[in-house]
């Protein structure tokens, strides 16, 4: 069975760019979260969607939006990229709501 | 608040146990987990605890709770050089929609 896939695996941007990521979810998981994780920390959480709603929200600025499409993979856009942006993106998809997490590869972003 | 303290480093020789403190802040969590992050790789969950359990062992894994003191710890038995990674403790957040990570434990094993 495929694991959580999530694409691009790698991407540069500039300041002021727009970056879409995305990601597909192990079969039958209808949440799906994301996290960044900046070099030498823990995965900072993003969003979590379950059944195609937004069920949370951390502490990132509204340039971070998601949204969950009904196959159940999902896409995290961010605007107006800063150099801080440069991280990690990783996406996580679970069967219910609960924080048993299967991880894709992540998606890396350098921002210049 | 939220907040997951975990010490960054951990070096042991082959063969020895290696132990991984983490502590929490988040009383009401009802999960805590370990996950492992190898080099240019997603998370992997290696295993988990219910909180009103004190100890869970599963091969090599020992997970040990002490809620009183909000202290959790992963011990690894026969640590072998694949075991170098990082280390994540986390808890799951009151509501249940968002897991809180620690900073990582980096754990080196030397042959």
């Known amino acids: 069975d495929a694991g959580v896939t999530q694409s691009p695996t790698h991407l540069i941007k500039t300041r002021g760019q727009h970056v879409t990521l995305r990601c597909s979810p192990i079969s039958g998981h209808k949440s799906v979260s994301w996290y960044q994780q900046v070099l030498g920390q823990g995965p900072q959480f993003i969003f979590q969607?379950?059944?195609?709603?937004?069920?949370g929200r951390g502490n990132f600025p509204d340039r971070f939006s998601a949204r969950q499409f009904p196959n159940y993979s999902s896409e995290l856009n961010v605007n107006a990229l800063l150099l801080g942006d440069s991280a990690l993106y990783l996406c996580?998809?679970?069967?219910?709501?609960?924080?048993?997490?299967?991880f894709g590869e992540g998606s890396r972003l350098t921002v210049l | 608040g939220e907040d997951v303290e975990q010490s960054l480093f951990l070096s042991v020789r082959e063969g020895d146990s290696s132990v991984i403190n983490c502590t929490y802040t988040d009383s009401s969590s009802t999960y805590l987990y370990w996950y492992k992050q190898e080099p240019g790789a997603g998370l992997q969950l290696l295993t988990y605890i219910f909180s009103n359990m004190d100890m869970k062992q599963d091969q090599r894994l020992t997970v040990l709770l002490n809620k009183k003191d909000k202290h959790l710890s992963l011990r690894i038995a026969d640590t072998q050089t694949g075991d170098s990674a990082i280390y994540f403790c986390a808890e799951i957040y009151t509501g249940g929609f968002k897991t809180i990570f620690g900073a990582g434990t980096r754990l080196f094993v030397k042959a």
């Open positions: 969607y379950y059944e195609k709603e937004e069920r």
């Open positions: 996580a998809s679970s069967k219910g709501n609960t924080g048993e997490l299967f």
